[in-house]
């Protein structure tokens, strides 16, 4: 397994668009410490997004890990090229004709998503940590540590997200059209969503447990929106007469849907190699 990580990353060595990429994804990330700078002035309301808690532990898991998710796309970027070029420059090719074999092959890639899916988790939590220990009012270990399932859940979900990724590169082979292909699915579940929820199925819960079993709207119901949990949100909503009831938790079900996602990308994008003539 080694041999074949190796491999990967003396490719991503010598991509320099990959590195700017990728350093640009962990640069971003870092950056969640300007939002403690932002003051917003509304009026009569003065307030500044640190002083309401959103680097407090624990909260700081949610938060931090929806924040970062929405940068993903970056990778996501690395992973289509990744895929592309094999066709491009005929690495896919030589590497075959090199004894690498169509399993080995695939086997290099979700390795590497998976290195990116780890690394990219692990430098959240040290971002976090740094940021919760300098604004959280909240730093007992017993605190400090609880919620961590939305680690675990951004974890997950990024794993799901670049293996969809890597299957569409497979699929596509050009980085611009799988790209464009990954758009197109966002907006294919937003409509089905909308079908589903205005016309066939309203004020029922039958549109979201359906959706729930797509791939990218699984991805996004692992960890959502946490603004919502704010004192200042729920004060607003409180003042105009809505209840903000949602479920927040990051659920084993849900983790499963997307795991079995990840499962089906690698088998389609093994099963999609072989049937290829290359």
Request: proline fraction near 2%; charged fraction near 15%; charge should be neutral.
């Amino acid at each position: 397994m080694l041999r074949l990580l190796n491999i990967e990353l003396h490719k991503l060595k010598y991509s320099r668009s990959a590195k700017i990429l990728i350093s640009t994804y962990f640069i971003l990330i870092t950056f969640i410490a300007l939002i403690a700078s932002i003051e917003f002035d509304l009026g009569p309301i003065h307030f500044r997004l640190a002083d309401q808690g959103i680097f407090n532990f624990p909260f700081i898991w949610h938060f931090n890990s929806y924040i970062a998710a929405i940068l993903k796309l970056f990778l996501a970027i690395v992973i289509v090229s990744m895929m592309s070029n094999e066709y491009s420059h005929r690495t896919l090719k030589q590497n075959l004709i090199d004894g690498l074999s169509k399993k080995e092959f695939v086997l290099s890639k979700f390795i590497t998503v998976l290195l990116f899916a780890v690394i990219s988790t692990f430098f959240l939590m040290i971002v976090s940590l740094i940021l919760g220990y300098s604004f959280s009012d909240f730093t007992e270990l017993s605190i400090v540590f609880s919620d961590m399932e939305y680690i675990v859940g951004y974890f997950i979900k990024l794993l799901g997200f670049f293996t969809f990724c890597m299957f569409i590169g497979i699929l596509i082979k050009r980085s611009a059209f799988a790209l464009g292909f990954l758009f197109i699915w966002w907006i294919f579940e937003g409509i089905l969503y909308g079908i589903l929820n205005f016309r066939l199925f309203r004020d029922s819960d039958i549109p979201e447990n359906i959706m729930q079993f797509f791939p990218l709207t699984a991805m996004s119901n692992i960890v959502i929106e946490p603004f919502s949990r704010l004192n200042f949100i729920k004060t607003a909503a409180s003042q105009i007469g809505e209840e903000l009831d949602k479920d927040y938790g990051v659920h084993w079900y849900q983790l499963l849907i997307v795991i079995v996602w990840t499962v089906i990308f690698v088998y389609l994008s093994l099963a999609l190699l072989k049937k290829r003539d290359l």
